[in-house]
């Protein structure tokens, strides 16, 4: 008895080794095979942010079959991205470094869709500052902040909320 107990233990806590090591392996592979991906990408655009704008912008390029590369610091949103087989990196977009990675200099355009104005404002002027040539499409939440982003670099500025008021009083 004990030492059929203590075999049917050894299998159980084998096979929980075996289950957790394989999960880690195949989320590793996953890792690099996205990263080697996104290394490979010429002409794609970044999209900082995986809100609620985010997501329909996902959404409006994929159905437009355009490449792209999803920048966000929310784990729950990059899961959610994820699950829709989208090359999406967990960071913050306002750092250089997450912006490299995500291919800015290879990159033809860069959509900053992130709520807080600021953040946008930041992100637009770093990336200006690595790729000159960079079609950049900022989100605005507060009239005032266009400017700031035109002169950060951004080639268009788009607000939200003033574009569906106009909508809704037609």
């Given at each position: 008895v004990?030492?059929?107990?203590?075999?049917?233990?050894?299998?159980?806590f084998g096979g929980f080794i075996q289950a957790f090591l394989a999960g880690e392996m195949e989320r590793q592979w996953g890792h690099q095979r996205m990263t080697k991906e996104i290394g490979q990408m010429r002409d794609h655009t970044i999209l900082c942010g995986y809100g609620r704008i985010g997501e329909i912008l996902a959404e409006d390029l994929t159905r437009s079959q355009q490449a792209f590369v999803v920048v966000e610091s929310d784990l729950e949103r990059v899961t959610k991205a994820r699950d829709k087989d989208l090359l999406c990196l967990h960071g913050d977009a306002t750092a250089d470094e997450m912006l490299i990675a995500a291919g800015l200099h290879h990159a033809k355009a860069l959509l900053t869709a992130l709520p807080n104005d600021a953040a946008n404002v930041f992100i637009t002027l770093t990336a200006r500052n690595l790729n000159r040539d960079l079609l950049i499409v900022a989100r605005a939440e507060h009239p005032a902040t266009e400017r700031k982003l035109r002169q950060a670099g951004a080639d268009r500025v788009v607000l939200p909320a003033t574009i569906g008021a106009k909508q809704m009083s037609r």
């Amino acid at each position: 008895v004990i030492i059929l107990g203590m075999s049917a233990a050894a299998y159980t806590f084998g096979g929980f080794i075996q289950a957790f090591l394989a999960g880690e392996m195949e989320r590793q592979w996953g890792h690099q095979r996205m990263t080697k991906e996104i290394g490979q990408m010429r002409d794609h655009t970044i999209l900082c942010g995986y809100g609620r704008i985010g997501e329909i912008l996902a959404e409006d390029l994929t159905r437009s079959q355009q490449a792209f590369v999803v920048v966000e610091s929310d784990l729950e949103r990059v899961t959610k991205a994820r699950d829709k087989d989208l090359l999406c990196l967990h960071g913050d977009a306002t750092a250089d470094e997450m912006l490299i990675a995500a291919g800015l200099h290879h990159a033809k355009a860069l959509l900053t869709a992130l709520p807080n104005d600021a953040a946008n404002v930041f992100i637009t002027l770093t990336a200006r500052n690595l790729n000159r040539d960079l079609l950049i499409v900022a989100r605005a939440e507060h009239p005032a902040t266009e400017r700031k982003l035109r002169q950060a670099g951004a080639d268009r500025v788009v607000l939200p909320a003033t574009i569906g008021a106009k909508q809704m009083s037609r």
